[in-house]
């Protein structure tokens, strides 16, 4: 593993359904970040970790819950999708030494039918 | 509130045309700028970055400067390739503490060959 992976790549999810997008990240970092990529909108922040057993609301956390057990992984959860959820999902890490510098996974696409 | 707006996209130039993608900002305090990459398929990157005024950020020919009087952080380069084709953030992070990045809406950029 080399920096930050997601999985799934994408997934049609139907509405109501439980959903966990996965990330792991390889390189230490303690601060941790969940956006949503929509057109028109750029990225929102949906929930972030400064550490590993914290977390933090961001833009948009409505719909959705994280955890954070160790330092290299930060599941994202959706408990019952909706179709406002149909989006890319970007998952982040940042180096405390430079906090303001994030590394991004290569994001999972969903769709919610 | 802190925010950035960047111009709409797309933008579309011939190779080794000049580049202009503007960017402003509203911001507290003195906030750290960015710009980041997006290329087909993959999650962003860091571009480059000026954490105060007059600085100015430069990668791959890229260039931005940091100009308060303004509050803007144009992002330019001389000669675009068509490997420059991808979608461009602009970003900030607050200067009032705290690492919660906040991100325009993306300028998707083409380059013709």
């Known amino acids: 593993i080399a920096g930050i992976t997601q999985a799934p790549t994408s997934q049609i999810l139907a509405a109501g359904r439980r959903m966990t997008l996965r990330c792991t990240q390889d390189?230490?970092?303690?601060?941790m970040y969940w956006y949503r990529q929509d057109l028109g909108l750029g990225l929102r922040l949906i929930h972030y970790?400064?550490?590993?057993?914290?977390?933090g609301k961001g833009e948009v956390p409505d719909g959705y819950s994280v955890s954070r057990a160790n330092t290299d992984d930060f599941p994202l959860t959706l408990a019952s999708a909706v179709p406002s959820q149909t989006s890319v999902y970007f998952c982040?890490?940042?180096?405390?030494?430079?906090?303001?510098?994030?590394?991004f996974g290569p994001g999972t696409r969903l769709t919610v039918t | 509130g802190n925010s950035v707006t960047q111009m709409e996209g797309p933008v579309t130039l011939s190779e080794e045309a000049f580049l202009t993608i503007n960017c402003t900002y509203t911001?507290?305090?003195?906030?750290?700028l960015f710009w980041y990459v997006q290329y087909p398929g993959e999650g962003l990157q860091l571009l480059l970055k000026?954490?105060?005024?007059?600085d100015k950020g430069s990668n791959k020919g890229f260039e931005a400067t940091y100009r308060k009087e303004t509050t803007s952080f144009h992002l330019e380069k001389g000669s675009v390739q068509v490997s420059d084709s991808a979608v461009y953030f602009c970003?900030?992070?607050?200067?009032?503490?705290?690492?919660?990045?906040?991100f325009g809406a993306g300028t998707r950029l083409f380059v013709k060959a």
């Open positions: 982040a890490s940042s180096d405390d030494r430079f906090p303001n510098e994030q590394y």
């Open positions: 390189m230490r970092h303690n601060a």
């Open positions: 970790s400064n550490t590993a057993g914290t977390t």
């Open positions: 911001a507290t305090g003195y906030p750290s």
């Open positions: 000026a954490t105060k005024a007059d």
């Open positions: 970003a900030l992070t607050p200067g009032t503490g705290g690492f919660k990045t906040i």
